[in-house]
C-alpha cells in the first residue's frame, strides 16, 4: 500500500526567506502528485499537479518537483509570505486511489 | 478550472438524527467521486470512493451502513450520516474527477457538529 510522508510536519520561517517542502512515497507506479494548501477549517486549494512523465512545475513564487524513481517530490516557496501560512498537503494518486500526506504546517513570520 | 461545491458548508445535528451532504460537480461530468473525513490537525482520510451508477467502494474501518454514499448521477453525490455521535462531528470534503482526467478537484467541505 502507497505511504505518503511529509517533512517537516511544522516549520516556521521570517518573512521573506526561500522554503523548502518534502514529501515521499513508498511506490513509484503513479500517475501523478498534486500539492495542496489548506487553511484552518477551510477546505483544499489545489496548488500544482504534476504528472509522472515531469519532472517538475511551476506556479508563481512555487515551484514542485518530482523524483518518480526515488519516490520524492518537493514544494519550493520562493520570498515567502504571512499568507503563505497554512499547511500544505502532498497527494499521489496510483490510478484511481489518491493517498495524502500527513502535511507540514507553515507559519511565516512578519 | 473544474468547480466542486458542498452543501452545507456547516451543520449542527442533535445525536441521533442524521446528516445529509451533497457533494456537485458545476461544469463538468464526475464519473469518480471521493470522500474523505478530517479530524483537527490531521490530514484526510479517504473514506470510500464512488463510480457513477456503481456502489461505493470503502475503506477499512469505515462502516457503510452508517456513512451511505450514493453517487445517482454525474454530477452529484450524497453522503449521509445515519445516527450521528459526537465522534462523528468532523470535517468532511468531498472531491471529483472526470473521465481520464486524473486531477481531483476539491469541495469546500462541510463541518458537522454533532452535539
Redesign the interface.
Known amino acids: 500500500k502507497q505511504e505518503v510522508t511529509q517533512i517537516p510536519a511544522a516549520l516556521s520561517v521570517p518573512e521573506g526567506e526561500n522554503l523548502v517542502l518534502n514529501c515521499s512515497f513508498t511506490d513509484s507506479a503513479i ?2 502528485l ?1 500539492w ?1 494548501r489548506q487553511d484552518p ?6 496548488l500544482l ?1 504534476i ?1 509522472s512523465s515531469q519532472r517538475e512545475q511551476t506556479s508563481g513564487r512555487l515551484n514542485a518537483s518530482l523524483d518518480k524513481s526515488s519516490g520524492r517530490s518537493t514544494l519550493y516557496i520562493a520570498a515567502s509570505q504571512p499568507g503563505d501560512s497554512a499547511t500544505y ?1 502532498c ?1 499521489v ?1 496510483t490510478g ?8 507540514t504546517s507553515l507559519t511565516v513570520i512578519p | 478550472g473544474a468547480v466542486v461545491s ?1 452543501h452545507p458548508s456547516r451543520v449542527i445535528c442533535k445525536s441521533g438524527t442524521s446528516v445529509k451532504i451533497e457533494c456537485r460537480s458545476l461544469d463538468f461530468q464526475a464519473t ?1 467521486m ?1 470522500w ?1 473525513r478530517q479530524f483537527p490537525k490531521q ?4 473514506m470510500a ?1 464512488s463510480n457513477e451508477g456503481s456502489k461505493a467502494t470503502y475503506e477499512q474501518g469505515v462502516e457503510k451502513d452508517k456513512f451511505l454514499i450514493n453517487h445517482a448521477s454525474l454530477t452529484l453525490s450524497t453522503l449521509t450520516v445515519t445516527s450521528a455521535h459526537p465522534e462523528d462531528s468532523s ?1 468532511y ?1 468531498c ?1 471529483a ?1 472526470g473521465q481520464g482526467d ?8 462541510t ?1 458537522l457538529t454533532v452535539t
Not at chain 1, 477549517?41 to 489545489?46: I, N
Not at chain 2, 490530514?43 to 479517504?46: E, I
Open positions: 500517475y501523478n498534486q495542496f477549517g477551510k477546505g483544499l486549494t489545489s499537479l504528472q498537503l497527494a494518486n484511481n486511489q489518491f493517498y495524502f500526506g500527513t502535511g | 458542498q469518480t471521493f474523505y490530514s484526510l482520510m479517504l470512493t470535517f470534503i472531491s474527477t486524473y486531477e481531483q478537484y476539491f469541495g469546500p467541505g463541518r
